[in-house]
């Protein structure tokens, strides 16, 4: 099976300080994978390197085999990768359906002129997005609050606004970065089988980091474990549990 | 080669005086981070201050001098305590500074006269030091000594901030005024030395300028403002020695470029100099990665709230029918009044969708205004039909609001702010003086044909026609900014404001949707200027300079950036200051154009101290036209 996500050799230097040093590391059609490691391993930076917020000293980033290290961030986007923050990023004095509404667009075709003329594709492509974004959002079981201030929602709400919004763009592989941190294990749990239903229904691959592995445990096929920009192991999260001599110390260091 | 030594270091002098004010930017920005636009003003106050004391008063040279400096220094002082430290976000307080330069500007015209070539205070004498025969070149007592005070000033504010204790203090404010504060620093005294510092220095750059220039009048010493920017700019606002290095550097290569380009007879060739230095400069400037916005009030973090189509429907026909109403009974100069009404309203528009959507800061809609008026003048000279090249007019200036909005993309609004201001000064001096575009001095004619079949453009009802026109123009407008902020290019720029990050990583490119914010604001700026030119029948430099450029942001910012009938409002006032003092571009008398200046830039320091969202922030909480809704915590940057 080919590869709809992989990096070769990807190593990101802030001034004499590797750090990511030569990570590689590949997600195939349908599968989830987690990658572990302890504060400041280099996961989020290795996360920015693949939706092109940073871009990396060297390696390439191929999507579907195709090279796009030097293709911006919303490129990527109209490639089939979409992301969640780890520090959650909503839009800010809009209401939770506009929020979602802006990934809506990504389908929609409406420029400047036709925005300010208030032509007739001005209005089908709010009526698409705001559909898409219906849908999106009653998928993960918001509808409720689709117009409430975006600003006002608790954290776990508040992920699953950024969650509406990847799936909003139909991604082929969906990044989340740290989807359950500042939840309860309640809220953890429900994210847990909402993840595994979109799986389900939806096939795309998924790229996690996360610490808590009561997420990462149940859902991943395949879990890669990094330590100081590098990659230290990869397996099957039962393989990286039973690796206790190499990994007790950072899994013992991460779990919370 | 010979001559273009000697005309460097003929430059040197001059470029010693941009040194010194740049120096004072310098001062200030590394203790405070606010960037002062008002330094050429001060030093044109001084200068000012001086001249009257030591040549009507005559009272001793030093004396005056000292005096001149020394109100620099309260001037400082004042600025700082009283409207600086009140008012929060970088950007606000850089924009109060605007409000300084134009109120210091009409301030010093009504005290002192408009008129040109006052004399200036003779400091030094002006006797030949030294002559280099083989270079032609002579020095004067003056500028010799102006060289050495610029360089000895510079190595003891150095040595001042390296190694007395005020000016660790100072540095340490600089990179954490709170951390500074709590580690027992006094803070306060701390930047309000700064500041007096500053403005004292740019006050004495002011006094020792004038007789080094041919007169002394309120508009060269506040244009000297791009080149002490340009200077501050290339001492990376940080490094004094570097700073004097880019003043020096700046007053040789000027009279350089200035010769080499002289079969051209093109006039404001150092400001051109100078606005390069500061766009190269802005755009290689390294990011520090603190961003320097400030958010609440002028740049308010989430954008502009709409009002509900049908409260606009009924807002905007109500001003459609009223203006029917207003336009059947009124005479032709109250016809005239509102045609200008509307006319503002449109230039203030776009700042509204720059400022209030877009969340950029542009010190130079005037400039755009200008390439519309212009450019719909030069379109009618090529036979192209009168309403057609209002929208030309109004192309162009988005082709060329595209073209700043390039470079603006990397910059902060603070930078943003500085770039356009350079580009408000070298329009002045160069644009608007540029024979092919502007015909004569007194302007370009533009030929405006009937209207409605309607004869003649004097008659009571061709005025009647022509602002019906422009009020169906500002009404198309605003339906095209409301109509784009809620569609699907707003919710893009609105997103940007929160994060680019997210934005981008929604598909949307940041690049392409600020740069197509930036000319649909120059479209509304150009239509604006090219209407303007069409009412008066005439395109003229002068009403769409500097000042027009701030007061527009200033009346702005004073009904309310932020919304669509903050533009109508903006429109109403600027005609109502036009109205009540004579208007600048038309009526050039002295005294009246500088009370506007005081007035406009003493309300707009008020506005920003008081109330910052502006007067249609205030009534737009007490009507409600739209659910307020919680304070938004602010979003972390990317992890």
């Known amino acids: 099976m080919a590869a709809v996500l992989e990096l070769r050799d990807i190593g990101v230097r802030f001034g004499s300080f590797d750090a990511v040093d030569g990570v590689s590391l590949s997600v195939h059609a349908g599968e989830v994978v987690g990658l572990i490691g302890p504060n400041g391993a280099g996961k989020t930076v290795t996360f920015n390197v693949v939706s092109g917020l940073q871009k990396p000293t060297r390696g390439t980033v191929l999507l579907d085999g195709r090279d796009v290290t030097g293709v911006p961030t919303a490129s990527r986007t109209r490639l089939g990768l979409a992301r969640t923050f780890q520090v959650v990023q909503l839009f800010a004095g809009m209401t939770v359906l506009e929020n979602v509404m802006v990934a809506g667009h990504r389908f929609t075709r409406s420029g400047t002129l036709s925005d300010s003329l208030w032509l007739p594709s001005r209005g089908r492509a709010l009526r698409e997005a705001r559909e898409r974004a219906l849908g999106c959002l009653s998928y993960v079981g918001l509808a409720h609050l689709v117009d409430v201030d975006a600003g006002s929602l608790p954290v776990g709400q508040a992920r699953l606004v950024e969650l509406a919004r990847a799936l909003c763009l139909k991604p082929r592989v969906l990044l989340l970065d740290e989807p359950a941190s500042g939840l309860d294990p309640g809220e953890t749990g429900e994210l847990v089988t909402l993840l595994g239903r979109i799986r389900a229904d939806l096939g795309c691959a998924m790229l996690l980091v996360e610490h808590d592995m009561g997420v990462v445990m149940p859902l991943c096929d395949h879990v890669v474990v990094m330590n100081f920009g590098q990659v230290l192991g990869a397996g099957s999260p039962a393989e990286i549990r039973d690796d206790a001599d190499v990994l007790e110390a950072y899994l013992g260091a991460v779990a919370e | ?639």
């Not at chain 2, 008002?38 to 030093?43: E, F, K, Y």
């Not at chain 2, 600086?84 to 500074?97: A, D, E, F």
């Not at chain 2, 009279?255 to 100099?273: F, K, Q």
């Not at chain 2, 130079?364 to 519309?372: A, D, E, L, S, T």
């Open chain 2, 1 to 639: 080669m010979r001559l273009y030594v000697a005309l460097a270091l003929g430059g040197l002098p001059l470029g010693a005086m941009y040194a010194l004010q740049a120096l004072g930017i310098v001062v200030i920005y590394k203790t405070s981070r606010v960037f002062t636009f008002a330094t050429g003003a001060v030093g044109m106050l001084a200068a000012y201050v001086a001249s009257w004391l030591s040549i009507t008063q005559h009272v001793p040279i030093v004396i005056a001098v000292l005096a001149a400096t020394l109100t620099g220094v309260g001037v400082g002082i004042v600025m700082e305590s009283l409207t600086i430290r009140p008012v929060r976000g970088s950007v606000n307080r850089t924009v109060v500074t605007l409000g300084w330069l134009i109120a210091l500007q009409g301030l010093v015209g009504m005290l002192f006269g408009n008129t040109t070539g006052r004399p200036a205070a003779k400091v030094f004498s002006s006797d030949t030091l030294f002559t280099v025969d083989s270079l032609h070149l002579a020095y004067g007592v003056d500028q010799a000594l102006v060289l050495v005070l610029a360089v000895g000033l510079t190595l003891g504010l150095a040595g001042f901030f390296r190694y007395s204790s005020l000016g660790t203090a100072m540095r340490a404010v600089a990179d954490d005024p709170e951390a500074a504060g709590l580690l027992g620093m006094p803070v306060r005294r701390v930047t309000l030395t700064a500041w007096g510092l500053g403005c004292g220095l740019s006050a004495l750059s002011g006094v020792l300028v004038t007789p080094l220039l041919s007169s002394l009048d309120t508009l060269t010493l506040v244009v000297f403002t791009i080149q002490a920017l340009a200077a501050a700019l290339i001492g990376r606002l940080r490094s004094l020695p570097l700073t004097v290095v880019g003043g020096l550097g700046l007053g040789m290569v000027q009279p350089v470029v200035r010769h080499a380009l002289d079969p051209w007879s093109l006039s404001g060739t150092n400001e051109l100099v100078a606005l390069v230095v500061v766009l190269i400069a802005l755009v290689a400037r390294r990011r520090t990665g603190r961003s320097d916005t400030g958010s609440g009030g002028l740049v308010p973090a989430t954008g502009v709230p709409t009002p509900a189509p049908h409260l606009l429907a009924a807002g905007l026909g109500t001003v459609l029918v009223l203006g029917l109403v207003l336009g059947l009974v009124g005479s032709t100069t109250f016809h005239i009044d509102l045609a200008l009404v509307a006319i503002w309203s449109l230039a203030v528009l776009s700042i509204v969708l720059l400022t209030g959507v877009v969340g950029q800061v542009s010190v130079c809609q005037g400039v755009f205004m200008g390439v519309g008026g212009f450019g719909a003048a030069i379109a009618v000279d090529h036979g192209v039909p009168f309403l057609l090249a209002l929208l030309l007019g109004g192309a162009l200036a988005a082709a060329a609001a595209a073209l700043v909005g390039l470079p603006a993309l990397r910059l902060e609004p603070l930078e943003l702010a500085i770039a356009t201001l350079s580009l408000a000064f070298a329009a002045d001096t160069f644009l608007y003086k540029w024979t092919p575009l502007v015909s004569d001095s007194r302007g370009r004619q533009i030929e405006r044909p009937a209207f409605a079949g309607i004869d003649g453009t004097h008659q009571p009802a061709g005025q009647r026609a022509y602002f019906w026109l422009v009020l169906v123009l500002l009404v198309l407008a605003c339906i095209a900014v409301a109509s784009l902020r809620r569609g699907r290019t707003g919710a893009a720029l609105t997103a940007l404001r929160s994060s680019e990050s997210a934005t981008a990583a929604m598909g949307f490119s940041v690049v392409s949707a600020k740069l197509r914010g930036f000319a649909m604001a120059g479209f509304l700026a150009g239509l604006a200027g090219a209407c303007y030119a069409g009412l008066n029948q005439i395109a003229t430099g002068n009403a769409f300079d500097t000042t027009r450029s701030i007061s527009l942001l200033a009346y702005a910012v004073v009904a309310g950036v932020g919304s669509i009938p903050g533009a109508v409002l903006g429109g109403v006032i600027v005609t109502l200051s036009t109205l009540s003092f004579g208007d600048s571009s038309e009526v050039a008398s002295g005294f009246s154009a500088s009370a506007i200046s005081t007035v406009t830039g003493m309300v707009l320091i008020a506005v920003l101290r008081f109330a910052p969202d502006g007067l249609a922030g205030v009534s737009g909480r007490a009507i409600r036209w739209r659910p307020a809704r919680a304070a938004t915590p602010a979003l972390a940057e990317v992890s």
